[in-house]
């Protein structure tokens, strides 16, 4: 009953069973006795995102603890991108495509979804240095 891989299985299972509302209460059990697994929050954060309706302010809240563990997840950011752009946030949703562009060696896709980032982060958003320093590293993997 305190083992989280279990309640992640039966979660894994629903979920790709195309029982995604299902899968939400054995991931959050899992989520909840192993608070430190990165793949886990954003297995969690995946389902919540295709429930029907979408949980997408929890979605977006596992998936940023996820990375917080895991930062080096390029699917995290995929769906990432995906929630904000359900949110309509433009701006970060590019910026989440282009740090996985960026994470996947994709260096000439990574600097267009930051651009695209830039151009529609308002100008005050902390996220906009982001999106420059994956234009540096983008540039600097081209090299």
Known sequence: ??????????????????RANDALPPYA???EL???AGLIAAAYGHALLEAKPAKLDDA????????????KQSST??????????????GLSRLHL????????????ARTEANLALNALPTSHSSRQRALD????????ER
């Open 60 to 71: 977006i809240r596992q998936l940023n603890r996820s990375l917080t563990i895991e930062p």
């Open 77 to 90: 950011h995929y769906f990432l991108a995906m929630a904000y752009g359900r949110q309509g946030k433009e």
């Open 1 to 18: 009953p305190n083992n989280p891989y279990f309640y992640e299985l039966k979660g894994q299972m629903l979920f790709e069973s195309g």
């Open 134 to 141: 994956i234009l540096d590293a983008a540039a600097a993997g």
């Open 98 to 109: 282009a740090e996985r562009a960026l994470l996947q060696g994709k260096f000439k896709n």
């Open 29 to 31: 059990k899992a989520v």
């Open 34 to 36: 192993a608070p430190r």
